[in-house]
């Protein structure tokens, strides 16, 4: 799996994006659990993934109403299927609105660069 840490900062939110191959929901849950055993990342306040498949998309919110269904778009625009997306945010202690979508983009957006360099 590849980790990137500190991608952006908003208002004291932090975020990071990380990604692998996946083709099923048992592999989703695997890679979640690896990702986890950092403390950091299990301490985070959501980690929100998705990942496409054939048959159609996974994704999962961990409480940020909304956030999976962004980065499931984004998936699909990019045409990248059978690999697993999962932006981290820890909370700094202001809410974001709808900012906070945003800031999801933009790091799948980072993510996808550097997949593609």
Known sequence: MTVFENVLTDRGSKYAVSG???GSKAEVQTLLKELK??????????????LLLPDGPLKGDDG?????????????????????????????????GGDR???VQDCVTHYLDQMEG
Not at 37 to 50: L, M, S, Y
Not at 68 to 79: D, H, S, Y
């Open 101 to 103: 979508f945003r800031r």
């Open 20 to 22: 692998g191959p996946a």
């Open 64 to 96: 940020e109403a909304g956030a999976g269904v962004v980065i499931v778009r984004m998936l699909e625009r990019a045409q990248l299927e059978n690999h697993l997306v999962i932006v981290t945010r820890w909370f700094g202690g202001t809410h974001l």
């Open 37 to 50: 055993r950092n403390k950091k990342f299990a301490k985070a306040t959501h980690n929100t993934w998705a």
